[in-house]
């Protein structure tokens, strides 16, 4: 069975953006998003809601020739994962290998799960908030950097309590430190 994975950069007080929705002090260096490109690399469906896919989807067509090889790395893993987008809004994709789901339904990502060949990713805290309700992550890949922004976007919703063992850490030369957690 494939695992679901959410991923998140966040704040060392536990915010994806400020209240003003900025995140530009959660921009990977170099170093950080190869690493992230590993982790990314086996992932095969990823799971979005409509603002976090509209912000993603720029990899579709962002030019990368003057980019650093990270940045292209990214963009052809992007490009060559499948995308479910739970929302009500687009009729239709605007990119590529993308399917529009009006509502997550859990049992649906549980199918999911038992027949994908590769893992999945669940994108984004409030698409995320569902999976973990209803117990569906089973990993999470959390990048804490080095910065304390008061109040925001939270990485995890506030109504959900889970057990979590941890697999592996690492501290970064930006200062950014990556946890690997898996569910109890």
């Not at 190869?34 to 809601?49: H, K, Q, W």
């Not at 117990?135 to 950097?145: E, N, R, S, T, Y």
Request: net charge negative.
């Amino acid at each position: 069975m494939a695992k679901l994975i959410y991923s998140a950069i966040m704040s060392l007080d536990g915010y994806i953006a400020d209240q003003q929705g900025n995140f530009d002090w959660a921009m990977p260096d170099e170093e950080v998003h190869s690493f992230i490109n590993e982790l990314e690399r086996p992932v095969g469906t990823y799971l979005y809601g409509r603002r976090m896919y509209e912000l993603m989807a720029v990899w579709q067509t962002l030019p990368t020739d003057d980019e650093p090889s990270c940045i292209g790395e990214f963009a052809n893993i992007w490009r060559a994962t499948d995308k479910v987008v739970y929302s009500t809004t687009p009729k239709t994709a605007s990119t590529p290998r993308t399917t529009i789901e009006h509502q997550f339904e859990p049992e649906a990502v549980q199918r999911m799960k038992a027949s994908a060949a590769q893992d999945l990713a669940v994108a984004g805290p409030t698409l995320a908030a569902h999976a973990f309700k209803a117990a569906l992550v089973d990993v999470c890949h959390l990048f804490i950097g080095p910065h304390i922004v008061g109040n925001g976007k939270s990485a995890f919703p506030s109504d959900v309590r889970l057990a979590l063992e941890l697999q592996e850490e690492r501290r970064f030369h930006n200062g950014m430190v990556y946890l690997h957690y898996r569910s109890a």
